[in-house]
């Protein structure tokens, strides 16, 4: 991903919207259950699919979130999808197909509709609160820092390989490229010795501190119950038939 | 507030970084450190913090390096601000340091406001690292370590790759703290115009130390030591300036 794609991620739609507001445990908690509740569901459980589809619409048209914003990021499925339209059809009658796909794109829709009411620091800062363990937020936090610096660093070296004329015309003039890779990770490696000794200049000894404290609002039990209200009792009834 | 004598260090691979470095500084000194690349600048930074430990005698702010709160009281401002600033936002980076030392987070908010607003970037608490300058970013991690109330700022290259508009502006907020200083860096104008007094470390050792004029002025010092001063560039003329204006 290149760094002018990092940048166009983030949060989108109206900022003062009631989803931004929500604590982002709120969110996280919803959109997961939203996502888990389509997984779980069995090949044609079509009433399931469509309610969490309802969902995931509510909340991008309460978020204000354009469609187009959606539809762009909501694209990275794609290729899962080209890739299970191939290979499935093999094994499986085409309503295991339609419900596979469906349910990819309901997680991927709930995934996108995070990411656009939510900052990731936001994300981070729920995830420690859900009690994700320390190491797994603080590797996120450092690789969503630094994830823009590589990025800059590749691309200027890309820029510098195109500076000296390099047009790679076949696969044997491709060394270029893994030296670049090899570069960039040396480089990387360095950047982190030097981040630590700056961590540990400002008193770092393990533990991330969190400044900001969350605090769950009416606002948040009443997303949550609107979510569980509308895709449990379908889910429940799907099960006790089956 | 520095006290070294004898300071030496050698790096893993044998070679001596510092080899018998003589330094005291008094309280609200301002000093430069210069000297070529190589020169041992750098490690003996990392020294004042107690981030590595020589050997011979060392005290900072009265203290043995190894003391616990030694890092409270001297702020180190790494050259890259990328390397300093990792936290996902401006406001949570700045008050990663007063929680390590044990600050509530309410306390440690203000503080870090506080720190924001001293180096102008008030406003810019929920920005992520990577959507500012680097002039920017260098004011950020400066407000890193002044949220701790140190007792002593060390800088590492603070000028570099800063275009002029941006040079001056970190000039003037950093002339107007009164702290003690040890500024490391190859920029000798800024040298000149920020401190009192200049050391030069070469090969690992103090081979001079006097009034920052003095020392700009001395063509050969500086010319054994790989240190040069802009064409056309005269630190007298500059003090004069300053002196006009002051009047």
New interface residues.
């Given amino acids: 991903m290149s760094a002018a794609a990092l940048h166009a991620v983030g949060v989108a739609g109206d900022p003062a919207s009631p989803v931004h507001r929500l604590d982002p445990r709120a969110k996280l908690l919803g959109l997961t259950g939203v996502t888990v509740v389509a997984v779980s569901a069995p090949a044609r459980a079509w009433p399931v699919f469509a309610a969490a589809a309802a969902v995931l619409a509510a909340t991008a048209v309460a978020a204000r979130i354009p469609a187009r914003v959606l539809a762009l990021r909501g694209a990275v499925v794609l290729p899962l999808l080209v890739l299970l339209v191939l290979t499935v059809p093999l094994r499986e009658d085409d309503a295991v197909v339609a419900a596979a796909a469906a349910k990819a794109l309901v997680g991927t829709t709930a995934a996108v509709l995070l990411g656009a009411t939510t900052?990731?620091?936001d994300v981070?800062h729920a995830l420690e609160r859900l009690r994700v363990p320390p190491a797994a937020t603080a590797v996120a936090?450092?690789m969503?820092?630094?994830l823009?610096?590589v990025a800059g660093e590749a691309r200027r070296m890309r820029l510098s390989l195109q500076a000296r004329g390099y047009a790679p015309r076949s696969a044997l003039q491709a060394g270029a490229i893994g030296r670049v890779a090899v570069a960039l990770f040396l480089r990387s490696h360095d950047?982190g010795e030097?981040?630590q000794?700056?961590?540990?200049?400002?008193?770092?000894?393990g533990a991330?501190?969190?400044?900001?404290?969350l605090a769950l609002g009416r606002a948040d039990a009443a997303f949550l119950c609107a979510v569980a209200a509308a895709l449990l009792p379908l889910r429940v009834a799907l099960a006790v038939a089956a | 507030m520095i006290a070294a004598r004898g300071l030496r260090y050698r790096y893993p691979s044998g070679a001596a970084a510092l080899d018998g470095v003589d330094l005291h500084v008094a309280r609200g000194e301002r000093v430069a450190v210069l000297g070529p690349n190589g020169a041992g600048k750098t490690t003996l930074m990392?020294h004042l913090?107690g981030?590595l430990h020589g050997d011979g005698e060392l005290r900072v702010c009265g203290e043995d390096p190894r003391a616990a709160d030694l890092?409270?009281r001297v702020g180190?401002v790494?050259q890259?601000p990328?390397?300093?600033?990792?936290?996902?936002?401006v406001?949570?980076d700045v008050?990663?340091?007063p929680?390590?030392?044990g600050a509530t987070?309410e306390q440690?908010?203000a503080r870090?406001d506080a720190a924001l607003a001293a180096v102008r970037m008030g406003g810019a608490e929920e920005r992520?690292?990577?959507q500012l300058s680097l002039g920017q970013r260098r004011r950020v991690a400066i407000a890193?370590?002044l949220a701790?109330a140190p007792e002593l700022l060390v800088f590492d290259e603070p000028s570099a790759s800063l275009d002029p508009r941006t040079r001056r502006e970190l000039l003037e907020l950093l002339d107007g703290m009164a702290l003690t200083m040890l500024v490391v860096t190859h920029d000798l104008p800024f040298a000149a115009q920020l401190c009192d007094r200049a050391v030069v470390l070469s090969g690992g050792r103090v081979v001079a130390d006097g009034a920052c004029l003095e020392v700009l002025e001395d063509a050969r010092l500086l010319a054994a030591h790989d240190l040069e001063l802009p064409a056309g560039f005269d630190p007298r003329a500059l003090v004069e300036r300053a002196g006009q204006l002051a009047a």
């Fill in positions: 900052t990731f620091p981070l936090a450092l969503y820092r630094y823009f610096v950047r030097r981040v000794l700056a961590m540990r200049a400002r008193g770092h000894s991330l501190p969190r400044l900001r404290t | 990392l913090n981030l890092r409270a180190l790494f890259d990328d390397d300093q600033l990792f936290m996902p936002t406001r949570e008050a990663f340091g929680l390590n030392l987070p440690a908010l870090a992520a690292p990577h890193g370590v701790m």
